[in-house]
C-alpha cells in the first residue's frame, strides 16, 4: 500500500529557508494530488498547498509568496521549501495524498506521512 | 476563503454513548467535506468523505451526513478508541482547502 514519508531537519534559525521531502513509496507521484499541511502545536491544520503531475501546483494565498512545492519523479518524492521563517512556522508537516490527477482536484486526503516537527529557534 | 466552524470544541462523554457534533460552512460545498480523527502525536486519518462515504475499514458506527453548509458526524456506541479530534475539511475550493478548527471527544 501507498505509505509516505516526510524527512526534514527539525530545527531551522529564524528568516532561514525550511526544506522538507516527502518520499511516497508503494505507488507513482505522477497519478496523485500531493499537498503539505502543517499544525501548530495544540492547534488545528493548514493547508500550505499542492503539486500534481511534478510542476503544477496551487498554494494558499496567506503563504503562497514564501512557498514552493514540487515532485520530484526519479526518487518519487514531494519537496516543500518555506522562505523566511518566523516562530510562528514552528508545526508539525504533513504530506497528504489527495485525488487522481484525471478526476481532479476535489478529493479529500486518504493518506497522510507521519509527520514531521519543525521548530524554528535561535 | 471557505471558513469551516466547528461545534463544540470539547464533547465530554463515555464508553457507549451517541455523540453528535456540527461542522458549517461559510458558504455552500455542495457535499465535499471530509471528516478526519486524529490521535495526540498522530496525523488525522480519514473517516468520511463526499459528506457520508465511509471510508473503507472505517467502523460502521461512524456515520456522516448533511450537505450545502450544515454537516454532522455522528458515532453511536462510543469506543475507547474513539476518544480523540475530530476535523472536517472542505474541499470544493482548493486554493485554499480549509478545515475546522476541530472537536475534541473526551472521556467524561
Known amino acids: 500500500q501507498v505509505q509516505l514519508q516526510e524527512s526534514g531537519p527539525g530545527l531551522v534559525r529564524p528568516s532561514e529557508t525550511l526544506s522538507l521531502t516527502c518520499t511516497v513509496s508503494?505507488?507513482?507521484?505522477?497519478?496523485?494530488?500531493w499537498s503539505w499541511i502543517r499544525q501548530p502545536p495544540g492547534k488545528g491544520l493548514e493547508w500550505i498547498g499542492s503539486?500534481?503531475?511534478?510542476?503544477?501546483?496551487d498554494f494558499n494565498p496567506s503563504l503562497k509568496s514564501r512557498v514552493s512545492i514540487s515532485g520530484h519523479t526519479s526518487e518519487n518524492q514531494i519537496s516543500l521549501q518555506m522562505t523566511s521563517l518566523t516562530a510562528a512556522d514552528t508545526a508539525v508537516y504533513y504530506c497528504?495524498?489527495?485525488?487522481?490527477?484525471?478526476?481532479?482536484?476535489?478529493?479529500?486526503?486518504?493518506?497522510w506521512g507521519q509527520g514531521t516537527m519543525v521548530i524554528v529557534s535561535s | 476563503d471557505i471558513q469551516m466552524t466547528q461545534s463544540p470544541s470539547t464533547l465530554s462523554a463515555s464508553v457507549g454513548d451517541s455523540v453528535t457534533f456540527t461542522c458549517r460552512a461559510s458558504?455552500?460545498?455542495?457535499?465535499?467535506l471530509a471528516w478526519y480523527q486524529q490521535k495526540p502525536g498522530k496525523a488525522p486519518k480519514i473517516l468520511i468523505y463526499?459528506?457520508?462515504i465511509l471510508e473503507s475499514g472505517v467502523p460502521s458506527r461512524f456515520r456522516g451526513s448533511g450537505s450545502g453548509t450544515e454537516f454532522t458526524l455522528s458515532i453511536t456506541s462510543l469506543q475507547p478508541d474513539d476518544f480523540a479530534t475530530y476535523y472536517c475539511?472542505?474541499?470544493?475550493?482548493?486554493?485554499?482547502?480549509?478545515f475546522g478548527q476541530g472537536t475534541k471527544v473526551e472521556i467524561k
Open positions: 475539511q472542505q474541499y470544493k475550493d482548493f486554493a485554499p482547502y480549509t
Open positions: 503539486v500534481y503531475y511534478t510542476q503544477n501546483t
Open positions: 508503494g505507488g507513482s507521484i505522477t497519478s496523485h494530488y
Open positions: 497528504a495524498r489527495g485525488g487522481e490527477v484525471l478526476t481532479g482536484p476535489h478529493d479529500a486526503f486518504d493518506i
Open positions: 458558504q455552500s460545498i455542495s457535499r465535499w
Open positions: 463526499k459528506a457520508s
